[in-house]
Every structure is written in C-alpha cells, then in structure tokens.
C-alpha cells in the first residue's frame, strides 16, 4: 500500500523567504500527484497536479517537482508572503492501487510571519 | 459557479442515530470520493465512485455507506453512528476521463457524535 509522508509537520518562516515543502511516497508506481492548500476551518484547494510522465509544473509563485525513483516530490513557493500561511498537503495516486484510491500525507503547516 | 456542496456543514448527533450527509458538484464529473480527516492521521478516503452505480471502497469503509444513483449526487450514510466517527468529512469530485484528474473539494461537514 503506498504510504505518503510529509516532513516536517510544521515550518515557520520570514516573509520574503522561499518555502520548501517535502512529500514523500514508499512506492514509485506513481501515476499523478496532487498538490492541496488547506485554510483553517475550510475544504482543499488543489494547486498542482504532475502526472507520471511529467517532471515538474508551474503556477505563478509556485513550482512543483517529481521524482519517481526517489520517491519524492517538492513544492517550492516562491517569496512567501503572510497569505501563503495555510497547511499545504500532497495525495499520489499510484498504477498499483485500485484506480480510485488517493493516498494523501499529513500535511505541512505553515506560518509566515511579517 | 463550478462547486462541490456539502449538508450539513455542522452535525451534532447521538450514538446509533442514523444519518445522511450529502454531496453535490455541478461539474458533471464522473469521479466523486468521501474522506475523513483527523487530527495527526490527515486525510483518509472512505468510499469513492468512478461513475453512476459505481462505488468502492476507500481505505476505511467501515460504518459507513453510499450510493450513487445520479452523476451529480453522492450521499455519505452512517447508519449507526458511534463516537469514533466524530470527524471532518469532506466530498471531493473529478473528471478522471479527460485527463485532468484535479480534484475539487466540498467545504467539509464537522460530525459530533455523542
């Protein structure tokens, strides 16, 4: 069964500063990858989506990298501002799993302060 | 304005009582899923269905139910509800067919079973 794990759980930093979130998964049988940002109280934004096939995606500020043999996947977030604080989670969906099944992580919180 | 609704948003109940949420997207998506979401164990997928009168089960389906009758509407039932099911419940839906299997989110449903 594939396993998602997202290190750390929580991260504080300076505004201005580049954000690196981490996503990892035990099985590279992966067939996308899905980035969320989740608000206090509120449901999952998606923010990127990488299929297998692709090595990264961009969206304005944010960039999202996969690496199936390692079994890793990075969002970058460019010059954080106040309004990026939010907890932000990664869910893959794998070719070995029943086509429905969604593994997600537990999800990074954060905070940047002004 | 393309959406996923969620009702109840807030469910105070008692052991034993069932139940119904319901879940509806207006974005003719063949995929619809249920999840749960609690402290420290993130996102868990409950039930998921990939078209009408086709449903499977998530990593944790028990007492829980669903049924899919019409593409847009895809009810969660507790038949039973015990305390352990005191949650964050969240509907999500997707165009899996097309490629883009982005994943739209509900506005969650807090479930208090007492």
């Known amino acids: 069964k594939q396993e998602v794990t997202q290190i750390p759980a929580a991260l504080s930093v300076p505004e201005g500063e580049n954000l690196v979130l981490n996503c990892s998964f035990t099985?590279?049988?992966?067939?996308?990858l899905q980035w969320f940002r989740q608000d206090p109280g509120k449901g999952l934004t998606s923010l990127l989506l990488?299929?297998?096939?692709?090595r990264e995606q961009t969206s304005g500020r944010l960039n999202a990298s996969l690496d199936k043999s390692s079994g890793r996947s990075t969002l970058y977030i460019a010059a954080s501002q106040p309004g990026d604080s939010a907890t932000y989670l990664c869910a893959a969906k794998t070719t070995t799993d029943s086509w429905g099944k969604l593994q997600f992580g537990a999800g990074t919180q954060v905070v940047v302060t002004p | 304005e393309a959406q996923v609704t969620q009702n109840p948003r807030y469910l105070i109940t008692v052991t034993g009582k069932k139940l119904t949420v319901t879940c509806s997207q207006n974005m003719n998506h063949e995929y619809m899923s249920w999840y749960r979401q609690d402290p420290g164990l993130g996102l868990r997928q409950i039930y998921y269905?990939?078209?009408?009168?086709?449903?499977d089960k998530g990593d944790v389906p028990e007492g829980y139910k669903v049924s899919r009758k019409e593409k847009r509407n895809f009810p969660l039932i507790l038949e039973s509800p015990s305390p352990n099911q005191t949650s964050l419940y969240f509907c999500?839906?997707?165009?899996?067919?097309?490629?883009?299997?982005?994943?739209?989110f509900g506005p969650g449903t807090r479930l208090l079973v007492l």
């Open positions: 990488i299929q297998s096939s692709q």
């Open positions: 099985d590279s049988a992966i067939y996308n």
């Open positions: 999500a839906s997707s165009a899996w067919s097309l490629g883009d299997e982005t994943q739209y």
């Open positions: 269905s990939m078209n009408v009168e086709v449903t």
